[in-house]
């Protein structure tokens, strides 16, 4: 790939064209467009990578579906900055501000890759002793010393689930210990704390919008993580083949249950909604600390 052909050349032709489409002489369909109409669009170019990943044998095939519904999303993505450019005072962004905050965030909540020299060997994932009085560490302190007391946090359910990985691979070429699940998911959650302090509460940042199934796992996850009473706590993960195997059985299990709801004429989206609700209601405190 040549250099005016990289990726950096390629999104800002993206974002000009998307400049043109939205701007006078531009199409009239993408210049009436709003954050609020777009919503649907953005939801279902979602799913389609879904469909894409999970329908497809890995091929030259699913290769380009991905390539296309993919870029579907960084459409979704850039068409919202562009909707930003155009509010007026302290609501005004543009994509260059969407592509700062992820970057910043991401180094942020990977210390443990990112708080080091160039040139220098990777750190343990431990880092440096705290600084005194900075708070992200001493938040850090004390829910690792939640983690290790038996609140592990379920490392499946964040966005850097991978960069968890890549910060214990990293760890591990260097010779060193790599940290447990329940470190890591410890300072990422003390990271969030930091980042979003308005969540004060055990169910606090749920997307009330998710549909049932990922509602229900979305709080069961907060709930291990915070220590609710009575949540099952998280086992050893099966290897792939009983994964596959009790992946099935459990998908025919749902299949089955919805089937005999519909057939009285239950709505089993609305029911699971609706039982999670009242899980959250019975169970949700302030946080900790």
């Not at 919503?39 to 390539?67: F, H, K, M």
């Amino acid at each position: 790939m040549s250099a005016a052909a990289g990726p950096g050349a390629q999104f800002e032709r993206l974002v000009a064209v998307m400049d043109t489409l939205r701007s006078p002489g531009g199409c009239p369909w993408d210049a009436e467009q709003t954050h609020e109409s777009l919503l649907r669009y953005l939801v279902e170019e979602a799913y389609e990578v879904v469909e894409a990943v999970e329908a497809l044998e890995p091929s030259a095939r699913r290769r380009d579906e991905l390539v296309e519904e993919l870029g579907d999303v960084l459409l979704q993505v850039v068409f919202h900055a562009r909707i930003g450019q155009e509010h007026q005072g302290e609501q005004r962004f543009d994509v260059t501000d969407v592509v700062t905050a992820v970057t910043e965030k991401l180094v942020r909540r990977h210390p443990g890759v990112f708080d080091r020299e160039p040139g220098c060997a990777a750190a343990p994932e431990s880092g440096p002793p705290p600084a005194p009085g900075d708070p992200t560490a001493a938040a850090a302190e004390g829910v690792a010393r939640e983690a290790a007391a038996g609140a592990a946090g379920d490392s499946a359910d964040r966005t850097g689930r991978g960069g968890a990985s890549a910060s214990g691979g990293a760890a591990a070429s260097s010779g060193t210990e790599r940290p447990s699940t329940a470190e890591l998911s410890a300072r990422w959650d003390a990271v969030k704390r930091e980042e979003k302090p308005q969540r004060t509460r055990v169910f606090d940042g749920i997307p009330p919008a998710l549909p049932a199934l990922a509602l229900a796992e979305k709080a069961l996850s907060k709930a291990r993580r915070h220590g609710v009473p009575g949540v099952t706590p998280v086992g050893p993960e099966p290897g792939a083949g009983q994964r596959a195997a009790e992946e099935r059985e459990l998908g025919e299990q749902l299949l089955r249950r919805v089937e005999a709801a519909s057939a009285r004429g239950l709505d089993a989206e609305r029911a699971l909604r609706a039982a999670v609700r009242r899980y959250v209601a019975e169970n949700d405190g302030p946080l900790d600390g």
